[in-house]
């Protein structure tokens, strides 16, 4: 394998509520084709994201073409998912979907900001599997870990995605560790004993392979 071929960005776990309010985005060179990363509140950058919910509603919002819009609720809140004719395989897969169920989504931060400035935070979904309650709990005790972790590196020298998220958010990172706990506290027995089993948690960086793929 040619040592120069493309790597695909790690898919970062985040939950809702913090990846909502992760509006500010930014590239790390002036290529044009250079990726573009939402910059987590927390203090990391993410090109992916990988979360797990519960798909809700879903709707075919678009006017000429299918456009499909899809709600996935988690413990701390609720990810939009749009999906159209560019990403075939994930409209296809909210068309089939009968809500409610448990999917897990990879996709690519989104930004829009409306007429009065604000910013809202959106997925544009790569794929959407559709999951058992297990793989849920199992997401949500990973993705705790890694919000923890997260905070407790925030203030390391050195950190610099930190240091941008000081600079770009008035806001502070205890607020998704407290959001992380309580969503820890939500989960049923088994999910309690997946939060403390490292080998369940796996070695992987943030917890998910380099495709973004979910852990079988």
């Known amino acids: 394998m ?6 695909r960005e790690v898919a970062r776990r985040v939950f809702a509520s913090e990846f909502n309010d992760a509006g500010y985005t930014f590239t790390e060179s002036d290529d044009e084709r250079a ?11 993410s090109n992916r994201v990988f979360f797990v919910g519960t798909l809700t509603e879903k709707e075919d919002v678009g006017e000429d073409s299918e456009y499909w819009r899809g709600r996935i609720v988690d413990p701390t809140g609720t990810f939009f998912v749009y999906a159209g004719q560019y990403q075939p395989e994930a409209a296809s897969k909210l068309r089939d979907l009968e809500p409610p169920a ?5 996709g690519k931060p989104r930004t829009y900001e409306t007429d009065d400035g604000t910013v809202r935070v959106s997925v544009r979904p790569e794929s959407i599997t559709e999951v058992d309650a297990a793989t849920r709990d199992r997401w949500v005790a990973e993705t705790a870990r890694r919000t923890v972790e997260r905070v407790a ?13 000081r600079e770009e958010y008035d806001l502070d990172p205890e607020t998704y560790k407290a959001a992380a706990l309580s969503a820890l506290e939500d989960l049923d027995e088994s999910g309690d004993e997946l939060a403390g089993d490292d080998a369940a948690l796996g070695d992987a960086p943030d917890g998910s392979d380099p495709a973004g793929a979910p852990e079988p």
């Open 2 to 7: 040619s040592q120069s071929a493309p790597t």
């Open 153 to 165: 590196a925030f203030d390391d020298e050195g950190n610099e995605y930190a240091r941008m998220a």
């Open 102 to 106: 448990y999917v897990a989504v990879v």
């Open 35 to 45: 990726p573009v990363y939402a910059l987590l509140p927390t203090g990391e950058s």
